[in-house]
Structure formats: structure tokens, C-alpha cells
């Protein structure tokens, strides 16, 4: 006889109507005939509280949780990844059961996902990084390449303290050195760094005209430049810094890597990346 009870999965968020992880994780799980079903849904931050107590109701399996609610939902997990217990935030939710013992516990996959995608082009162990921007994709991005082995993480930041913060937030509670560095106009990339990553909004979409304020003629050859901008997959950002001779990385990865990690908290299954990113390409004509 059919079933007609999926395993339920989804996102918290405000707005949620832009947020295109629930085109790649149905298309994921249709591919991999996983009877599970991704809802996005629009929670704002005072029924935060109600959304998580009806998730466990319902018996989901884990849900992700996206702006107002990356540090406002810690209040209600049982546990923490190891990861997320530095960034101060979560974006996903899993949740365990045994008999009537229900147990939540919080992950962070932005970084984990930025670091998967930069792992196709270049291992962060051992690589000087330039970050810019101090903002959630920032800090889990900069704690997440320190975890992975970066040698040094510099933090280039327009806010002195919240970029300060930052900084001593990796130096202290990771194995990596870092320091800030104050986002002066067209900002000169150190020498000697190996990876620059824009982990700011800049040029996403509807403002593709936009570029972080870089001298560009500071890369160069053998630098990884990445954007965590999706919207479109191929930034002003990232078409400058592939004119100057270095390998580009686009935010699409991000999106997928994050997504496989997802599903592998919540189900144990590995999913297809690649159905993920052609999903994707065709959502953003990249």
C-alpha cells in the first residue's frame, strides 16, 4: 500500500519566500527516492517558539532556521555542535528521539558548507585567508576555515568593533591566527594571501552592478577569489578577479555543500550535489 507520510524537513525564517533551498532539497530527495519533503516556512520571531514545538509535534525530522533566528533559537536546543558552540549561532536544527526522550541539537552549516565548496579548489590548510565582512556568513565562514587548518584568517571590516570582534573571537577560540584589518578604500589584499573570500551582500541581486571596494590589481595568479553571493552565480567581483589570473569560486557551492549537510544531519543520506547545482543553475540562469 502507498505512504502517504513523508518525513518532514524545512526552514524557519522571514522572509522565506526567497530562500531557494527547498527547490534543491525536493529535487535532491526525489532523486535519491527519499520519502521526505522540505517546507519553507515564513516564521517570524515571536512564534519562533511555536514553530519549534510544532516541528517536534509533527515529528520532523530537523528543520533549518535562517534570519531573525540563528542565535534567538539556542534557547531552545538541548545540545550544540562543537562549531556552532564558537560562532554563537545556528542555522540547523536536528532532532532525535529515543521513546519519549526528544533531544535538539544545533548546528551551524554555512561555514561547513563555504569550506566544502573550497575544498573542490584549494584544501584551507595551511592558506593565508582575507575575509570581507564581519557579519553570520562571516563568522561562521572565518571559524569554519580556521577549524579546517587555515594558518592565518585576516578579518577586513568597515565596523571596527564588530571586525575586532571577529578577529579575536578565531585567534582565541581556534587553532588559526588572526587579526583585523579596517576596510579602507580600494582596499590593497596583503601579500602573500592565499585565499579572499567576499562574505558580504555585495552585488547580489538586484544590485549585480556592485563590487566589494578592492584594488583589484592586488590579486593575482595563484590567489582563490570566492563570492558567497548566489544571486547571480558570476559577480562583477569574481569576473575581475578571474581578468587578473585567479581561480573563482561562486556562491553556488556554497549553497549545495551546505545543503548535502543538511540532509546528512537529518537522514544520513548522501545526496546528489551535482542535481543540487544544475537545479540551482536553472533557478539563476547561471
Not at 582563490?224 to 573563482?248: I, K, M, S, W, Y
Request: charged residues 20%; hydrophobic residues 45%.
Amino acid at each position: 500500500m502507498a505512504d502517504f507520510l513523508p518525513a518532514l524537513t524545512g526552514s524557519f525564517a522571514t522572509s522565506a519566500a526567497q530562500n531557494p533551498t527547498v527547490a534543491i532539497m525536493e529535487a535532491a530527495y526525489a532523486d535519491a527516492g527519499l520519502h521526505c519533503r522540505y517546507i519553507n516556512c515564513e516564521v517570524p520571531a515571536d512564534r519562533l517558539s511555536d514553530a519549534v514545538r510544532g516541528a517536534i509535534g509533527m515529528d520532523w525530522l530537523g528543520f533549518n532556521c535562517s534570519i531573525p533566528h540563528k542565535v534567538a533559537i539556542l534557547e531552545h536546543l538541548d545540545d550544540l555542535a562543537p562549531s556552532a558552540a564558537i560562532i554563537g549561532a545556528v542555522n540547523t536544527v536536528i532532532i532525535t528521539r529515543d521513546g519519549d526522550d526528544v533531544r535538539l541539537t544545533g548546528e551551524n552549516t554555512d561555514g561547513q558548507g563555504f569550506v566544502g565548496s573550497l575544498r573542490e579548489v584549494r584544501d584551507p590548510s595551511g592558506q593565508h585567508v582575507v575575509i570581507l565582512g564581519a557579519g553570520g556568513a562571516a563568522r561562521a565562514i572565518a571559524v569554519e576555515n580556521a577549524l579546517a587548518g587555515a594558518r592565518s584568517v585576516t578579518i577586513v571590516n568597515r565596523t571596527v568593533d564588530r571586525g575586532q570582534a571577529l578577529a579575536d573571537l578565531v585567534e582565541t577560540r581556534t587553532p588559526a591566527a588572526s587579526r583585523f584589518l579596517p576596510w579602507t578604500p580600494a582596499l590593497h589584499i596583503p601579500h602573500g594571501t592565499d585565499v579572499v573570500i567576499n562574505a558580504t551582500s555585495i552585488g547580489f541581486h538586484p544590485h549585480e552592478s556592485d563590487m566589494p571596494d578592492v584594488d583589484v590589481t592586488s590579486l593575482g595568479p595563484g590567489m582563490v577569489v570566492a563570492d558567497v553571493v548566489a544571486n547571480p552565480p558570476r559577480t562583477r567581483f569574481l569576473a575581475a578577479a578571474a581578468a587578473q589570473g585567479c581561480e573563482t569560486l561562486d556562491g553556488l557551492g556554497m549553497l549545495v555543500n551546505q545543503a548535502l549537510t543538511n540532509a546528512r544531519l537529518w537522514t544520513g543520506r548522501d545526496l546528489s550535489g551535482s542535481v543540487m547545482r544544475s537545479v540551482l543553475e536553472d533557478l539563476f540562469d547561471a
